[in-house]
């Protein structure tokens, strides 16, 4: 069901991927940027939209799709691939295992889900992973603390995004009597609280017209 917050945070999740495809084109540069956490969002994507071929929703709904998909293997395409991009990627920097994300989450969706198929779990799995996907952008943020305003600004909307869809959620529950997505809810909320240490800095900089830094 599509409300003005859902809308809000889709046009805010598909602005933070332009800003970053702006950010890597026009500065022919993915320092600042983590390859681990663009192929995450790779991985939620392709587990999330299996059905697009199958299962036609709407126009809209397919566009965002094919857009998340085709923008997030083009970040990743440029980062390992493009004899100028790929120089300025913090190869040293972006170490974040991320088996550790990954495991715990199919764990979880075969543990955890609302229907034991294989595009149920996956799509569960999806929803967990999306939780965490993040951890390596932040930690490649703390530990380079050089952050330039088009990297920040990615996370920020990024992660508004997420803030903007619990109000959604909140919105369909007091209007939708049996709208009840436990699972979703919890992990958003758990996607959101990751990034309350980086809003509290990203704003405190924006408010002193200081250069946005994480302390290590």
Same mark, same amino acid.
């Given at each position: 069901?599509?409300?003005?917050?859902?809308?809000?945070?889709?046009?805010?999740?598909?602005?933070?991927?332009?800003?970053?495809?702006?950010?890597?084109?026009?500065?022919?540069?993915?320092?600042?940027? @983590?390859?681990?956490?663009? $192929?995450?969002?790779?991985?939620?994507?392709?587990?999330?939209?299996?059905?697009?071929?199958?299962?036609?929703? @709407?126009?809209?709904?397919?566009?965002?799709?094919?857009?998340?998909?085709?923008?997030?293997?083009?970040?990743?395409?440029?980062?390992?691939?493009?004899?100028?991009?790929?120089?300025?990627?913090?190869?040293?920097?972006?170490?974040?295992?991320?088996?550790?994300?990954?495991?715990?989450?199919?764990?979880?969706?075969?543990?955890?889900?609302?229907?034991?198929?294989?595009? $149920?779990?996956?799509?569960?799995?999806?929803?967990?992973?999306?939780?965490?996907?993040?951890?390596?952008?932040?930690?490649?943020?703390?530990?380079?603390?050089?952050?330039?305003?088009?990297?920040?600004?990615?996370?920020?909307?990024?992660?508004?995004?997420?803030?903007?869809?619990?109000?959604?959620?909140?919105?369909?529950?007091?209007? $939708?009597?049996?709208?009840?997505?436990?699972?979703?809810?919890? @992990?958003?909320?758990?996607?959101?609280?990751?990034?309350?240490?980086?809003?509290?800095?990203?704003?405190?900089?924006?408010?002193?017209?200081?250069?946005?830094?994480?302390?290590?």
């Amino acid at each position: 069901m599509m409300n003005i917050f859902r809308l809000a945070g889709d046009m805010t999740h598909l602005l933070s991927i332009l800003v970053l495809l702006l950010k890597i084109n026009a500065t022919r540069s993915c320092r600042g940027v @983590s390859l681990k956490t663009q $192929e995450l969002y790779a991985l939620v994507f392709v587990c999330r939209y299996l059905d697009l071929f199958t299962n036609f929703i @709407s126009m809209y709904n397919t566009i965002m799709k094919i857009i998340f998909l085709a923008s997030t293997f083009t970040i990743i395409y440029w980062m390992r691939f493009h004899k100028v991009i790929r120089v300025t990627y913090d190869r040293e920097q972006d170490t974040f295992r991320y088996q550790f994300l990954v495991l715990p989450c199919l764990v979880l969706a075969l543990l955890l889900n609302s229907e034991f198929t294989v595009m $149920e779990v996956l799509w569960t799995f999806s929803i967990y992973l999306e939780a965490v996907a993040i951890l390596p952008q932040l930690v490649l943020l703390q530990r380079t603390n050089n952050i330039d305003n088009l990297t920040g600004n990615y996370v920020f909307l990024l992660g508004s995004y997420r803030a903007l869809y619990i109000l959604n959620w909140i919105y369909r529950f007091l209007t $939708e009597p049996n709208y009840r997505q436990y699972l979703v809810w919890i @992990s958003g909320i758990v996607q959101t609280i990751i990034y309350i240490d980086f809003f509290y800095y990203y704003i405190k900089s924006w408010k002193n017209n200081e250069k946005l830094s994480l302390p290590a």
